[in-house]
Nanobody, 126 residues
Framework: QVHVVESGGGSVKTGGSLRLTCAVS????????MGWFRQARGKEREFVAS????????YYADSVKGRFAISRDNAKNTVYLQMNNLKPEDTAAYYC???????????????????WGQGTQVTVSS
């Protein structure tokens, strides 16, 4: 069983920054692709960013390109989401997800992921 735990959410003003952390336990982390998704109140869960198991392939939603950066430290079983220049529309619960992949691919669809954390809230006020 793989356990996924997010942390680092909070409340910031427009233009501020936050770094989310996702800690994974239970399996060999380096074999897992990781993704971040978010869900605003009353909206569907949407893709934010993903990284392949090596970190060599990363993908971003258009809405966060140039502002967010995903990275991972396989030695620490951790993946990060650095969020800069935050906007009120970034307000959502952010979820970390994991899936084992044999290739160096970073899925972007939530149905491709097997393990999910409980989420961490990010609130951006104007």
């Amino acid at each position: 069983q793989v356990h996924v735990v997010e942390s680092g959410g909070g409340s910031v003003k427009t233009g501020g920054s936050l770094r989310l952390t996702c800690a994974v336990s239970g399996r060999t982390f380096s074999g897992y692709a990781m993704g971040w998704f978010r869900q605003a109140r009353g909206k569907e869960r949407e893709f934010v960013a993903s990284t392949s198991w090596s970190g060599g392939n990363t993908y971003y939603a258009d809405s966060v390109k140039g502002r967010f950066a995903i990275s991972r430290d396989n030695a620490k079983n951790t993946v990060y989401l650095q969020m800069n220049n935050l906007k009120p529309e970034d307000t959502a619960a952010y979820y970390c997800a994991a899936v084992r992949f044999n290739t160096d691919y970073a899925p972007t669809l939530f149905e491709e992921y097997d393990y999910w954390g409980q989420g961490t809230q990010v609130t951006v006020s104007s």
